[in-house]
């Protein structure tokens, strides 16, 4: 199945979120090289921020992307309010775990049945899943609908939340306002459980990794908003450290810069989180896990489908919980008057954990900014994967060894961007 001079090309790989290459070269029957190459120009929100008011970042950087916009709000009003010193009253807190809730939801929801699934199942993409499994769609589609609602009702639209501030919102809800938005999380707890059900069924290719895990750690609760950082082979460390051990660096064949943990690979994410924080899931969340056929770990990353589906039905949970206690904060937000200083912020984006640090200057301008996404945390654990992959499988033919490099990609839900969706594949043999 090695013949010299073979090259397997695929000019595009839907189902991504941007546009990117991956190059595998092979030469005597042996993997010699293996390149996952973003070619997306630099986008610049870093250099842009520069000289913009401390307090418009939230809004700015939530542009980043448009499936976790909250992500980078959350990340954002995390470091900036570190560095004026300023501690957001708990009500307030709860309320943006509550609109994270809704990220999580829908932003899972989106990879499971529209992005991910077609893969085990056998489809191109969810359209032709739809033809045959149209009532599974539909329930990802309801489920989605409902964390979008729950990210509107609290945001004040799904895309991009006009209502998020330094120090908490522009307004909030009352009590009473939150009983249709209820009724239609209790409905989709029942299909959050039946999509964990559905994708443990799945067929799931043997492989374990070996990355360090990189997850935030909060309090014996699993990790949304804020914590502590937590890794799998080395002790917990304060915000304030994150570049201290996590360096960026640039490589030749990406625009992206790639990440390391003190010198070594690693992954962020949903096995992350899980693999560190499985114990805090919530009771119902914990036992579909387990019928899941989960254990307190999971490290192989085809098998992410399913920790994603537990996280669904842990953030549909947190979601009431959240709600049942609910009394409407005395203010919607902390005054956060600007001071000279350094501020770091983080929070768990759905697909891992997203770094921010600004520095504000005297004139209460954003005089440096840093933002490390985890798709750039993960790239180089992907690479990894994909050798490990296609050594391990060189006597596939060409096209079966470019799909299942399309789900070792997949299964990561690299937001390469947030525009076009496409990435290219080429395997050189000789």
């Known amino acids: 199945m090695n013949p010299e001079n073979r090259t397997l090309s695929v000019g595009t790989l839907t189902r991504v979120e941007g546009e990117g290459a991956l190059h595998v070269r092979l030469k005597d029957g042996e993997l010699d090289s293996v390149e996952l190459n973003i070619y997306e ?72 049945y529209l992005l991910h699934a077609p893969d085990f199942l056998g489809y191109p993409d969810a359209i032709a899943m739809a033809r045959d499994e149209r009532e599974v769609v539909e329930r990802g589609l309801r489920l989605k ?41 209790r409905r989709a707890l029942d299909d959050a459980l039946a999509t964990v059900e559905w994708a443990a069924g799945f067929e799931f290719p043997d492989l374990e990794v070996d990355h360090e895990m990189l997850a935030l750690s909060q309090d014996g609760r699993y990790p949304i908003e804020n914590g502590v950082i937590a890794r799998s082979a080395g002790p917990s460390f304060p915000v304030p450290e994150f570049t201290a051990h996590v360096r960026e660096l640039q490589v030749p064949h990406s625009t992206a810069l790639h990440a390391t943990l003190d010198g070594g690979r690693y992954v962020t994410g949903p096995l992350a989180r899980y693999c560190l924080n499985s114990s805090a899931l919530s009771p119902v969340a914990a036992q579909a896990a387990a019928a899941a056929g989960l254990a307190d770990e999971c490290r192989n990353p085809f098998r992410s489908i399913v920790v994603r589906a537990v ?28 001071r000279p200083g350094i501020g770091h912020g983080v929070s ?33 654990a992907i690479e990894a994967d994909l050798a490990r992959v296609v050594s391990d499988n060189l006597f596939l033919a060409d096209d079966e060894l470019t799909s299942l490099c399309e789900k070792v990609i997949r299964s990561y839900d690299p937001c390469i961007s947030c525009s076009a969706h496409f990435l290219t594949l080429t395997v050189h043999r000789g």
Request: hydrophobic content about 40%; overall charge negative; proline content about 9%.
């Open 311 to 338: 996280e669904v039905v842990y953030a549909i949970e947190e979601a009431l919980r959240i709600i049942d206690s609910y009394e409407r904060p005395a203010r919607p937000f902390v005054d956060v008057p600007a």
């Open 145 to 185: 609908k409902a964390g979008n609602r729950l990210m509107d009702f609290v945001g004040g639209r799904a895309i991009h939340p006009i209502n998020v501030r330094l120090g908490g919102f522009y307004s909030v809800p009352t009590r009473s306002q939150f009983a249709p938005v209820a009724e239609q999380l």
């Open 41 to 112: 120009p630099p986008r610049f929100f870093e250099a842009f921020l520069r000289g913009r008011s401390y307090t418009e970042p939230p809004d700015l950087t939530a542009r980043v992307c448009g499936i976790c916009p909250v992500a980078y709000q959350v990340s954002s009003c995390n470091a900036l309010e570190s560095a004026c010193g300023v501690e957001v009253d708990p009500e307030l807190v709860a309320l943006r775990r509550l609109l994270y809730c809704g990220e999580w939801i829908h932003s899972h929801m989106l990879h499971i």
């Open 348 to 380: 768990e984006a759905p697909r891992g954990l997203l770094y921010h640090s600004y520095e504000i200057g005297a004139d209460g301008l954003v005089s440096a900014a840093t933002m490390i996404p985890p798709t750039s945390q993960n790239q180089a």
